[in-house]
């Protein structure tokens, strides 16, 4: 059985005491077990969110390509696996957009997370002009193309997969659930293809973009939607309480 996944990227948002209340209600909330909790807020707020939190895992949202020197501003995997951290965001299309990163930079990322023995949240999803170019399969194979080709099985296994179609971020539209499966089977058939159907089926791929508590049910409801990275909607516990409560 797949791990059914929730994930809230908190982006850029909160000062210090709304961040504080935010995850300790969140930490207050009863969820389903068989449902993973994580939470990718601000880095400053990780190593003191740590220590308070019980219920559920703590992402960052970044990390640096490098291994450790002279990088300004940047932290390594390995100073986010000394903190005991599981999880990190790589790829988002906000740090491809306003970042430059490339797939070679972020396939770098990943790579530093596995040999801190960490788990990329691996975001790959296209364009609105490759939607309606009708590419979309094309752009995202050649975002996974770095892992399909570089990674074997059991570093592949560590990966949760984040479909986000850029045109549905932030932006109050959705991919219908038809469209997300579509990906979906898509990404998982690509994995199948070069690994095998056990390590295709164990994977998780989840679903981010305009994710909210009405349309998260019909979502995961599609057979290969694991689950969500929830932007706007994990800022209100009540709204993300209610994503995760959707399976
Ligand atoms: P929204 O849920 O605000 O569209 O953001 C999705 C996202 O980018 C999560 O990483």
């Known amino acids: 059985m797949r791990k059914k996944i929730v994930a809230g990227n908190w982006k850029m948002n909160l000062n210090r005491k709304a961040a504080f209340q935010l995850i300790e209600t969140i930490d207050s909330l009863k969820f389903s077990n068989n449902v993973e909790v994580i939470i990718a807020p601000p880095s400053i707020y990780l190593e003191s969110f740590l220590g308070k939190v019980k219920n559920f895992n703590i992402s960052s949202q970044d990390v640096s390509a490098n291994d450790n020197g002279a990088y300004t501003g ?4 390995a100073m986010l696996s000394s903190l005991s951290l599981k999880y990190s965001i790589v790829g988002h299309s906000e740090r ?19 040999k801190s023995n960490m788990s990329p949240i691996y ?21 996974l193309q770095p892992l399909l080709d570089n990674l074997n099985s059991d570093e592949l296994e560590k990966f949760i997969i984040a479909y986000e179609p850029v045109w549905a971020i932030g932006t109050g539209l959705t991919a219908k659930p038809s469209d997300a499966q579509d990906m979906h089977s898509y990404i998982r058939a690509l994995i199948k293809e070069k690994f095998s159907s056990s390590i295709a089926d164990q994977i998780s791929i989840i679903y981010g973009g305009s994710c909210k508590p009405d349309n998260a049910k019909e979502l995961f409801s599609m057979e290969d939607v694991d689950g969500g990275l929830i932007g706007g909607a994990s800022l209100d516990a009540d709204s993300f309480s209610a994503i995760i409560n959707s399976f």
């Open 74 to 77: 940047e932290f390594s995997a």
């Open 123 to 143: 975001c790959c999803g296209e364009l609105l002009e490759d939607r309606k170019s009708e590419n979309h399969f094309k752009v995202v194979a050649s975002q």
């Open 96 to 114: 491809r957009l306003y970042h430059g990163e490339t797939e070679e930079m972020i396939f770098n990322k990943a790579k530093q997370l596995l």
